[in-house]
């Protein structure tokens, strides 16, 4: 079981992950208006990554007896000027996503709250990766600034992107 208080952070968590998602999809959304269809497929994998995210959240809560409140999801921006503007909100917003997982590690540390800590281990991994797959874009972008060769090439990089769910088994 879990206390209220991990309970309502883990509730909140779900929240943030299917707002990634629904952000990730606006920019989906903008690059393929574009015709940019490897940033898009870029993003498209993003929001299949935090939908599955969410879930396991979800799943973890309902496996320690915890109880599930969807909380409302607000509209994400939805107006871009550029790439380079997406890749730097991207990595901003994954900067904020690991502060609210490291908020739930402290809560969970502090109830000795070993299950939920250990859980958290793998959101704690895949948020440095995350991170660091924004920061390198953003810098590639920042490299190429307005050259249209240069975004051509980096689009056809990010077409070769392929969605890997996570392994059965995995926290």
């Known amino acids: 079981m879990i206390s209220d208080r991990i309970n309502k952070?883990?509730?909140?968590q779900v929240q943030k992950e299917f707002f990634s998602a629904y952000l990730y999809l606006g920019m989906e959304a903008y690059f393929s208006s574009?015709?940019?269809?490897?940033?898009?497929?870029?993003?498209?994998?993003?929001?299949?990554?935090?939908?599955?995210?969410?879930?396991k959240f979800f799943d973890y809560i309902n496996q320690k007896g915890g109880?599930?409140?969807l909380l409302?999801?607000?509209?994400?921006?939805?107006?871009?000027?550029?790439?380079e503007e997406i890749f730097a909100l991207t990595l901003g917003h994954e900067q904020f996503v690991t502060q609210s997982?490291?908020?739930?590690?402290?809560?969970?540390?502090?109830?000795?709250d070993h299950?939920?800590?250990?859980?958290?281990?793998w959101f704690v991994t895949e948020q440095v990766e995350e991170e660091a797959t924004m920061e390198k874009y953003l810098k590639k972008l920042q490299l190429i600034k307005n050259d249209?060769?240069?975004?051509?090439?980096l689009d056809a990089e990010l077409a070769q992107r392929v969605y890997t769910p996570p392994a059965a088994g995995t926290t």
């Open 9 to 12: 952070l883990l509730n909140e």
């Open 34 to 55: 574009l015709n940019l269809d490897g940033f898009a497929n870029f993003f498209r994998i993003q929001v299949q990554e935090e939908r599955d995210h969410a879930m």
């Open 67 to 69: 109880k599930v409140e």
């Open 72 to 83: 409302q999801i607000n509209a994400p921006e939805s107006n871009f000027e550029s790439a």
């Open 101 to 112: 997982i490291y908020n739930i590690v402290n809560a969970a540390l502090e109830e000795k």
């Open 115 to 121: 299950a939920t800590n250990t859980f958290l281990q």
């Open 148 to 153: 249209p060769n240069g975004l051509f090439m």
